[in-house]
Protein backbone atom coordinates (compact mmCIF):
# COMPACT_ATOMS: atom_id res chain seq x y z
CA UNK A 1 0.00 0.00 0.00
CA UNK A 2 1.37 3.48 -0.91
CA UNK A 3 2.56 5.79 2.07
CA UNK A 4 1.61 8.48 -0.27
CA UNK A 5 -1.45 9.69 -1.25
CA UNK A 6 -2.20 12.17 -4.11
CA UNK A 7 -4.68 14.75 -4.39
CA UNK A 8 -6.56 15.58 -7.85
CA UNK A 9 -4.77 18.86 -7.59
CA UNK A 10 -2.11 17.14 -8.93
CA UNK A 11 -1.34 18.00 -12.35
CA UNK A 12 1.64 16.24 -13.07
CA UNK A 13 4.60 18.87 -13.11
CA UNK A 14 6.98 16.46 -12.43
CA UNK A 15 8.89 18.48 -9.68
CA UNK A 16 8.17 15.89 -7.12
CA UNK A 17 10.07 13.37 -9.45
CA UNK A 18 13.81 14.60 -9.13
CA UNK A 19 13.05 15.49 -5.27
CA UNK A 20 12.13 11.51 -4.66
CA UNK A 21 15.57 10.03 -3.17
CA UNK A 22 14.53 6.18 -3.61
CA UNK A 23 12.75 6.66 -7.65
CA UNK A 24 9.65 6.04 -6.45
CA UNK A 25 7.35 8.50 -7.62
CA UNK A 26 6.85 8.42 -12.24
CA UNK A 27 4.22 10.97 -13.99
CA UNK A 28 2.02 9.24 -16.67
CA UNK A 29 -0.42 10.76 -18.79
CA UNK A 30 0.17 14.10 -16.53
CA UNK A 31 -0.50 12.25 -13.20
CA UNK A 32 2.27 11.21 -10.76
CA UNK A 33 2.30 7.46 -9.89
CA UNK A 34 3.83 6.61 -6.49
CA UNK A 35 5.10 3.25 -6.97
CA UNK A 36 5.52 0.17 -4.38
CA UNK A 37 9.06 1.45 -3.42
CA UNK A 38 7.55 4.83 -1.72
CA UNK A 39 9.09 4.97 1.88
CA UNK A 40 6.66 7.86 2.97
CA UNK A 41 9.90 10.26 3.62
CA UNK A 42 7.85 13.29 2.50
CA UNK A 43 10.46 14.06 0.46
CA UNK A 44 8.06 15.21 -2.66
CA UNK A 45 5.80 16.62 -0.17
CA UNK A 46 7.76 19.73 0.33
CA UNK A 47 8.89 19.55 -3.62
CA UNK A 48 5.37 19.96 -4.24
CA UNK A 49 4.35 23.49 -5.33
CA UNK A 50 0.37 22.70 -5.98
CA UNK A 51 -0.18 21.40 -2.80
CA UNK A 52 -1.08 18.17 -3.94
CA UNK A 53 0.96 15.27 -1.85
CA UNK A 54 0.27 14.04 1.67
CA UNK A 55 2.46 11.67 3.53
CA UNK A 56 0.96 9.49 5.23
CA UNK A 57 3.91 7.88 6.21
CA UNK A 58 5.24 11.05 7.01
CA UNK A 59 2.84 11.77 9.48
CA UNK A 60 2.80 8.18 10.77
CA UNK A 61 6.57 9.33 11.00
CA UNK A 62 6.15 12.10 12.82
CA UNK A 63 4.67 10.19 15.89
CA UNK A 64 7.07 7.30 15.67
CA UNK A 65 9.87 9.80 16.04
CA UNK A 66 8.79 11.07 19.24
CA UNK A 67 9.59 7.62 20.50
CA UNK A 68 13.32 9.09 19.87
CA UNK A 69 14.54 10.77 23.27
CA UNK A 70 17.82 11.44 24.65
CA UNK A 71 21.43 12.77 23.49
CA UNK A 72 24.18 10.58 23.38
CA UNK A 73 28.07 11.24 22.91
CA UNK A 74 30.18 8.75 21.37
CA UNK A 75 32.76 8.65 23.88
CA UNK A 76 36.05 7.47 21.31
CA UNK A 77 38.91 6.51 23.48
CA UNK A 78 42.56 5.34 22.37
CA UNK A 79 44.49 2.69 24.39
CA UNK A 80 42.12 3.79 27.81
CA UNK A 81 42.31 7.49 27.52
CA UNK A 82 39.35 9.73 26.73
CA UNK A 83 39.73 11.74 23.43
CA UNK A 84 39.50 15.53 24.29
CA UNK A 85 36.74 16.03 22.05
CA UNK A 86 34.50 13.25 23.48
CA UNK A 87 35.16 15.81 26.73
CA UNK A 88 34.25 18.39 24.90
CA UNK A 89 30.64 16.78 23.49
CA UNK A 90 29.70 15.99 26.61
CA UNK A 91 30.02 19.86 27.84
CA UNK A 92 27.77 20.64 24.89
CA UNK A 93 25.30 17.46 24.67
CA UNK A 94 24.95 18.37 28.33
CA UNK A 95 23.58 21.83 27.24
CA UNK A 96 21.28 20.30 24.45
CA UNK A 97 19.77 17.46 26.94
CA UNK A 98 19.01 19.93 29.30
CA UNK A 99 16.77 22.38 26.84
CA UNK A 100 14.75 19.12 25.82
CA UNK A 101 14.50 17.94 29.05
CA UNK A 102 16.21 14.61 28.28
CA UNK A 103 19.42 12.92 29.31
CA UNK A 104 22.35 12.47 28.30
CA UNK A 105 24.64 9.48 27.41
CA UNK A 106 28.26 8.70 26.50
CA UNK A 107 28.59 5.31 24.37
CA UNK A 108 31.79 3.94 25.26
CA UNK A 109 33.38 1.21 23.21
CA UNK A 110 36.99 -0.48 23.78
CA UNK A 111 38.31 -3.60 25.81
CA UNK A 112 38.24 -3.11 29.99
CA UNK A 113 37.45 0.77 29.38
CA UNK A 114 35.01 0.97 32.35
CA UNK A 115 36.96 2.54 34.38
CA UNK A 116 36.46 5.81 32.28
CA UNK A 117 32.82 5.37 32.67
CA UNK A 118 33.56 7.53 35.79
CA UNK A 119 35.01 10.16 34.29
CA UNK A 120 32.54 10.08 31.83
CA UNK A 121 29.99 11.29 34.47
CA UNK A 122 31.77 13.94 36.32
CA UNK A 123 31.91 15.59 32.36
CA UNK A 124 28.01 15.35 32.65
CA UNK A 125 26.86 11.86 31.57
CA UNK A 126 23.87 10.58 32.70
CA UNK A 127 24.53 7.05 31.67
CA UNK A 128 26.67 5.27 30.06
CA UNK A 129 26.51 2.62 27.12
CA UNK A 130 29.49 0.44 27.99
CA UNK A 131 30.25 -2.20 25.16
CA UNK A 132 33.40 -4.49 26.36
CA UNK A 133 34.96 -7.01 24.48
CA UNK A 134 38.79 -8.17 23.01
CA UNK A 135 37.26 -7.79 19.99
CA UNK A 136 36.40 -3.87 20.35
CA UNK A 137 39.98 -3.53 21.74
CA UNK A 138 41.46 -1.45 18.41
CA UNK A 139 38.65 0.76 16.23
CA UNK A 140 38.30 -1.24 13.38
CA UNK A 141 34.63 0.26 11.54
CA UNK A 142 32.43 -2.82 10.95
CA UNK A 143 32.75 -3.86 14.85
CA UNK A 144 32.21 -0.10 16.00
CA UNK A 145 29.80 0.29 13.09
CA UNK A 146 27.38 -2.68 14.12
CA UNK A 147 27.60 -1.70 17.93
CA UNK A 148 26.45 1.51 17.56
CA UNK A 149 23.85 1.18 14.91
CA UNK A 150 22.81 -2.00 16.75
CA UNK A 151 22.52 -0.16 19.89
CA UNK A 152 21.22 2.93 18.42
CA UNK A 153 18.36 1.05 16.84
CA UNK A 154 17.15 -0.41 19.96
CA UNK A 155 17.24 2.63 22.28
CA UNK A 156 16.22 4.91 20.04
CA UNK A 157 18.15 8.64 21.10
CA UNK A 158 17.24 11.58 19.50
CA UNK A 159 20.52 12.90 18.42
CA UNK A 160 23.99 11.43 18.26
CA UNK A 161 27.52 13.55 18.79
CA UNK A 162 30.59 12.36 17.31
CA UNK A 163 33.69 14.19 17.04
CA UNK A 164 35.17 14.67 13.75
CA UNK A 165 38.69 12.81 14.04
CA UNK A 166 40.01 9.95 12.50
CA UNK A 167 37.77 7.93 14.01
CA UNK A 168 34.72 9.61 13.91
CA UNK A 169 34.77 10.64 10.49
CA UNK A 170 34.62 7.01 9.63
CA UNK A 171 32.25 5.62 11.98
CA UNK A 172 29.37 8.83 11.69
CA UNK A 173 29.13 8.33 7.62
CA UNK A 174 28.55 4.43 8.60
CA UNK A 175 25.93 4.38 11.42
CA UNK A 176 24.19 6.63 9.65
CA UNK A 177 23.64 4.48 6.39
CA UNK A 178 22.66 1.69 8.57
CA UNK A 179 19.99 3.82 10.63
CA UNK A 180 18.84 5.66 7.14
CA UNK A 181 19.04 9.07 8.71
CA UNK A 182 21.09 12.19 7.88
CA UNK A 183 24.89 13.47 9.20
CA UNK A 184 26.14 16.87 9.71
CA UNK A 185 29.83 16.85 9.40
CA UNK A 186 31.88 19.46 11.33
CA UNK A 187 29.24 21.37 12.75
CA UNK A 188 30.65 24.29 14.60
CA UNK A 189 27.40 25.30 16.52
CA UNK A 190 24.81 22.83 17.54
CA UNK A 191 21.55 24.52 19.47
CA UNK A 192 17.85 22.92 19.67
CA UNK A 193 15.08 25.27 18.22
CA UNK A 194 12.54 26.02 20.94
CA UNK A 195 9.33 25.49 18.70
CA UNK A 196 9.89 22.06 17.33
CA UNK A 197 12.73 20.65 19.64
CA UNK A 198 15.12 20.12 16.37
CA UNK A 199 18.65 20.17 16.41
CA UNK A 200 20.03 23.00 14.86
CA UNK A 201 23.58 22.20 13.41
CA UNK A 202 25.47 25.08 11.99
CA UNK A 203 28.38 24.89 9.97
CA UNK A 204 30.44 27.02 6.87
CA UNK A 205 29.25 25.97 3.75
CA UNK A 206 30.12 26.87 -0.18
CA UNK A 207 33.76 27.41 0.74
CA UNK A 208 33.06 29.11 4.20
CA UNK A 209 31.13 31.87 2.61
CA UNK A 210 28.08 31.43 4.47
CA UNK A 211 26.90 29.08 8.04
CA UNK A 212 24.85 26.84 7.12
CA UNK A 213 21.78 25.91 9.63
CA UNK A 214 20.58 22.05 8.82
CA UNK A 215 17.91 19.97 10.41
CA UNK A 216 17.31 16.44 10.18
CA UNK A 217 13.13 16.96 10.28
CA UNK A 218 12.00 13.37 9.22
CA UNK A 219 14.63 10.98 10.45
CA UNK A 220 16.17 9.88 13.70
CA UNK A 221 18.83 10.22 15.04
CA UNK A 222 19.44 13.49 14.14
CA UNK A 223 23.35 13.00 13.57
CA UNK A 224 26.53 15.37 13.94
CA UNK A 225 30.49 15.73 14.19
CA UNK A 226 31.96 18.14 15.43
CA UNK A 227 35.88 18.75 15.11
CA UNK A 228 38.20 19.21 18.28
CA UNK A 229 38.80 22.49 20.05
CA UNK A 230 35.30 23.29 18.47
CA UNK A 231 33.51 23.85 21.54
CA UNK A 232 35.70 24.05 25.57
CA UNK A 233 35.63 21.34 28.06
CA UNK A 234 32.67 21.43 30.77
CA UNK A 235 33.83 21.80 34.56
CA UNK A 236 34.69 18.21 35.97
CA UNK A 237 32.38 17.23 38.58
CA UNK A 238 34.30 14.50 40.79
CA UNK A 239 31.82 11.88 42.48
CA UNK A 240 28.91 12.87 40.15
CA UNK A 241 27.33 9.49 39.45
CA UNK A 242 25.04 7.57 36.77
CA UNK A 243 23.87 4.22 35.63
CA UNK A 244 26.36 2.04 33.32
CA UNK A 245 24.32 0.07 30.83
CA UNK A 246 26.15 -3.21 29.80
CA UNK A 247 25.90 -3.57 25.98
CA UNK A 248 25.91 -7.55 24.56
CA UNK A 249 29.00 -7.42 21.97
CA UNK A 250 27.21 -10.12 19.35
CA UNK A 251 29.73 -9.78 16.67
CA UNK A 252 32.59 -12.28 15.81
CA UNK A 253 35.86 -12.23 14.44
CA UNK A 254 34.77 -13.89 11.28
CA UNK A 255 32.72 -10.97 10.90
CA UNK A 256 35.02 -8.50 10.23
CA UNK A 257 36.79 -8.14 7.33
CA UNK A 258 39.68 -6.10 8.69
CA UNK A 259 42.91 -7.03 11.25
CA UNK A 260 44.99 -4.94 13.50
CA UNK A 261 48.71 -6.42 13.14
CA UNK A 262 50.63 -3.77 14.67
CA UNK A 263 49.91 -0.31 15.72
CA UNK A 264 52.41 2.03 14.87
CA UNK A 265 52.55 5.47 16.59
CA UNK A 266 53.30 8.53 14.11
CA UNK A 267 55.96 10.73 15.62
CA UNK A 268 54.84 14.03 16.84
CA UNK A 269 55.90 16.43 14.64
CA UNK A 270 55.90 19.86 16.50
CA UNK A 271 53.49 20.71 19.29
CA UNK A 272 49.78 20.22 20.20
CA UNK A 273 48.21 23.27 18.74
CA UNK A 274 44.97 22.51 20.24
CA UNK A 275 46.81 22.39 23.70
CA UNK A 276 48.93 25.17 23.59
CA UNK A 277 47.87 28.40 25.53
CA UNK A 278 49.67 30.88 23.42
CA UNK A 279 49.23 30.98 19.93
CA UNK A 280 51.42 33.34 17.11
CA UNK A 281 50.45 32.72 13.75
CA UNK A 282 51.89 33.87 10.22
CA UNK A 283 49.67 34.38 7.20
CA UNK A 284 51.32 35.47 3.95
CA UNK A 285 52.27 38.96 4.81
CA UNK A 286 55.12 37.37 6.69
CA UNK A 287 56.64 36.64 3.12
CA UNK A 288 58.79 34.29 3.66
CA UNK A 289 59.70 30.67 5.56
CA UNK A 290 63.14 32.57 6.86
CA UNK A 291 60.99 34.97 7.77
CA UNK A 292 58.87 32.35 9.94
CA UNK A 293 61.87 31.72 12.36
CA UNK A 294 61.65 35.29 13.96
CA UNK A 295 57.78 34.07 14.85
CA UNK A 296 58.84 31.12 15.92
CA UNK A 297 61.14 32.85 18.49
CA UNK A 298 58.56 35.11 19.76
CA UNK A 299 56.33 32.20 20.27
CA UNK A 300 59.10 30.28 22.77
CA UNK A 301 59.82 33.75 24.54
CA UNK A 302 55.82 33.21 25.38
CA UNK A 303 55.82 29.75 25.82
CA UNK A 304 53.83 28.64 23.02
CA UNK A 305 53.83 27.68 19.54
CA UNK A 306 53.76 28.96 16.09
CA UNK A 307 51.21 28.25 13.60
CA UNK A 308 50.13 29.43 10.24
CA UNK A 309 47.32 30.60 7.89
CA UNK A 310 46.51 28.10 5.22
CA UNK A 311 48.11 30.73 2.43
CA UNK A 312 51.47 30.16 4.26
CA UNK A 313 50.99 26.87 4.69
CA UNK A 314 50.53 26.57 0.92
CA UNK A 315 53.76 28.21 0.33
CA UNK A 316 56.15 25.70 2.06
CA UNK A 317 56.70 28.37 4.78
CA UNK A 318 55.07 25.86 7.73
CA UNK A 319 54.09 22.34 7.41
CA UNK A 320 50.29 21.24 7.01
CA UNK A 321 50.09 20.34 10.91
CA UNK A 322 50.38 23.88 11.90
CA UNK A 323 47.64 25.52 9.60
CA UNK A 324 44.84 26.87 11.80
CA UNK A 325 41.31 26.97 10.22
CA UNK A 326 38.81 25.16 8.59
CA UNK A 327 40.58 23.10 6.71
CA UNK A 328 43.51 22.94 9.66
CA UNK A 329 42.81 22.83 13.75
CA UNK A 330 40.51 24.66 15.49
CA UNK A 331 42.20 26.29 18.37
CA UNK A 332 41.06 28.23 21.43
CA UNK A 333 44.24 29.19 22.95
CA UNK A 334 44.15 32.30 25.86
CA UNK A 335 46.49 34.28 23.55
CA UNK A 336 47.01 33.90 19.40
CA UNK A 337 48.30 36.57 17.83
CA UNK A 338 47.87 36.91 14.02
CA UNK A 339 51.02 38.18 12.21
CA UNK A 340 49.95 39.52 8.42
CA UNK A 341 46.76 37.67 7.99
CA UNK A 342 44.04 38.80 6.51
CA UNK A 343 41.68 36.98 8.88
CA UNK A 344 39.66 35.26 6.15
CA UNK A 345 36.30 33.31 7.24
CA UNK A 346 38.25 29.92 6.99
CA UNK A 347 40.85 31.27 8.70
CA UNK A 348 38.80 32.56 11.26
CA UNK A 349 36.79 29.63 11.84
CA UNK A 350 39.71 27.79 13.47
CA UNK A 351 41.12 30.72 15.93
CA UNK A 352 38.03 32.91 16.86
CA UNK A 353 37.05 30.91 20.50
CA UNK A 354 40.73 32.34 21.35
CA UNK A 355 40.42 34.23 24.55
CA UNK A 356 42.82 37.69 23.45
CA UNK A 357 43.25 38.03 19.68
CA UNK A 358 45.81 40.18 18.79
CA UNK A 359 46.03 40.93 15.04
CA UNK A 360 49.16 42.70 13.26
CA UNK A 361 48.06 43.64 9.41
CA UNK A 362 49.39 47.09 7.35
CA UNK A 363 45.95 47.09 6.10
CA UNK A 364 43.78 48.86 8.58
CA UNK A 365 40.71 47.08 6.71
CA UNK A 366 41.86 43.80 7.07
CA UNK A 367 38.85 41.26 8.47
CA UNK A 368 41.00 40.12 11.26
CA UNK A 369 40.54 43.15 13.17
CA UNK A 370 36.91 42.71 13.45
CA UNK A 371 37.35 39.81 15.71
CA UNK A 372 40.71 41.08 17.21
CA UNK A 373 40.64 42.39 21.48
CA UNK A 374 43.79 44.92 20.02
CA UNK A 375 44.63 45.83 16.85
CA UNK A 376 48.04 47.19 15.66
CA UNK A 377 48.14 48.42 12.23
CA UNK A 378 51.76 48.54 11.07
CA UNK A 379 54.65 46.68 9.23
CA UNK A 380 54.43 43.27 10.57
CA UNK A 381 58.30 43.23 10.20
CA UNK A 382 58.58 46.18 12.02
CA UNK A 383 56.73 45.64 15.11
CA UNK A 384 57.81 41.72 15.47
CA UNK A 385 61.55 42.38 16.56
CA UNK A 386 60.57 44.99 18.95
CA UNK A 387 58.17 42.80 20.43
CA UNK A 388 61.21 39.87 20.71
CA UNK A 389 63.29 42.50 22.46
CA UNK A 390 60.96 43.68 24.74
CA UNK A 391 59.85 40.03 25.62
CA UNK A 392 63.77 38.85 26.10
CA UNK A 393 64.37 41.76 28.32
CA UNK A 394 61.20 40.77 30.51
CA UNK A 395 62.79 37.53 30.49
CA UNK A 396 65.77 38.14 31.78
CA UNK A 397 64.63 40.68 34.50
CA UNK A 398 62.20 37.85 35.68
CA UNK A 399 65.45 35.61 35.71
CA UNK A 400 67.71 37.86 37.63
CA UNK A 401 65.03 38.43 40.10
CA UNK A 402 64.90 35.06 41.08
CA UNK A 403 68.70 34.44 41.09
C1 LIG B 1 37.36 25.51 1.35
C2 LIG B 1 38.42 26.42 1.87
C3 LIG B 1 39.05 26.10 3.04
C4 LIG B 1 40.04 26.95 3.57
N1 LIG B 1 40.65 26.61 4.74
C5 LIG B 1 41.53 27.48 5.28
C6 LIG B 1 42.13 27.20 6.54
O1 LIG B 1 41.92 26.17 7.15
N2 LIG B 1 42.97 28.13 7.06
C7 LIG B 1 43.27 29.31 6.42
O2 LIG B 1 44.03 30.10 6.95
N3 LIG B 1 42.73 29.56 5.21
C8 LIG B 1 41.89 28.68 4.62
N4 LIG B 1 41.39 28.94 3.39
C9 LIG B 1 41.97 30.08 2.64
C10 LIG B 1 41.39 31.43 3.01
O3 LIG B 1 40.25 31.69 2.26
C11 LIG B 1 42.42 32.53 2.74
O4 LIG B 1 42.80 32.47 1.39
C12 LIG B 1 43.67 32.43 3.61
O5 LIG B 1 43.32 32.32 4.97
C13 LIG B 1 44.51 33.69 3.38
O6 LIG B 1 45.68 33.59 4.12
P1 LIG B 1 46.45 34.90 4.59
O7 LIG B 1 45.55 35.71 5.46
O8 LIG B 1 47.75 34.47 5.15
O9 LIG B 1 46.77 35.62 3.21
P2 LIG B 1 46.13 36.92 2.57
O10 LIG B 1 44.66 36.83 2.49
O11 LIG B 1 46.89 37.15 1.30
O12 LIG B 1 46.46 38.08 3.61
C14 LIG B 1 47.74 38.53 3.88
C15 LIG B 1 47.58 39.69 4.84
O13 LIG B 1 48.84 40.14 5.24
C16 LIG B 1 48.83 41.55 5.29
N5 LIG B 1 50.22 41.98 5.11
C17 LIG B 1 51.01 41.86 4.01
N6 LIG B 1 52.25 42.31 4.26
C18 LIG B 1 52.24 42.73 5.55
C19 LIG B 1 53.22 43.27 6.40
N7 LIG B 1 54.48 43.47 5.97
N8 LIG B 1 52.88 43.60 7.66
C20 LIG B 1 51.62 43.41 8.12
N9 LIG B 1 50.65 42.87 7.36
C21 LIG B 1 50.95 42.53 6.10
C22 LIG B 1 47.92 41.99 4.18
O14 LIG B 1 47.40 43.28 4.48
C23 LIG B 1 46.86 40.90 4.24
O15 LIG B 1 45.78 41.27 5.08
C24 LIG B 1 40.40 28.12 2.86
C25 LIG B 1 39.75 28.43 1.68
C26 LIG B 1 38.78 27.60 1.18
C27 LIG B 1 38.09 27.98 -0.09
Not at 46 to 73: F, H, M, P, R
Not at 388 to 399: N, P, W
Request: aromatic share 4%; with cysteine.
Amino acid sequence: MSVVVLKDKCIGCKLCVPACPYNAIEVVDRKAIIKDNCTGCGACVTSCKKDAIISEGQKAGQSNLNQYQGVWVFAEQREGRLADVAIELLGEGRKLADQLGQKLAAVLLGDEVESLAGQLFAFGADRVYLAQDPILKHYRTEAYATVVADLAQAEKPAIVLYGATHVGRDLAPRVTRRLRTGLTADCTELDIDNESGLLLQTRPAFGGSIMATIVCPNHRPQMATVRPGVFSKPEKVEGRKGEIVTVPVKIAEKDIRTTILEVVKEAKQGANLEEASVIVAGGRGIGNAEKFKLLDEVARLLGGEVAASRAAVEAGWLGPERQVGQTGKTVRPKLYIACGISGAIQHRAGMQGSEVIVAINKDPNAPIFTIADYGIVADVHEILPILKEELARLKDEDQGEVA
